[in-house]
């Protein structure tokens, strides 16, 4: 079975799709993802899917539950990299992608993040510990 590589870079966790997803790679990657999150204490999750060519709407809800579960950790997702036509797919299968927000590319996504983190914690005093996850 193929994995998909899971990088940290900083706060932020790095998936690149570079093979074509399977039942049990969409799983396994869920699992990897969740667990890394919690080892890590990352608060971002970037998934690049630049090669995806075709998107169907297993991989779209793979994307959105990926997204649900990094939330209730604690982690903002992002997508990036998507291609016009796979939006145009997404848009025509009526897959809204709730809870995912999307980038042009890695750099914008990492912004994303960046302002989501800061906004979040701008509504905290100095010395004040969040006690919500958004």
Known sequence: MERVPVL??????????????????????QEDLAERIVATGCHGVIIDITALDIVDSFVGRMLST????????????VVVGMRPAVAITLVELGLSLNGIRTALNVERGME????????????????DQPTDTR
Request: aromatic share 4%; charged share 25%; hydrophobic share 45%.
């Open 66 to 77: 990926i997204a649900s579960i990094s939330k209730v950790l604690d982690a903002e997702t």
């Open 112 to 127: 994303l993040i960046a302002a989501a983190r800061d906004d979040h914690y701008d509504h905290y005093e100095p010395g």
């Open 8 to 29: 940290k870079i900083g706060d932020i966790l790095l998936v690149s799709i570079q093979v074509d997803m399977s039942d049990q790679t969409a799983v396994q990657l």
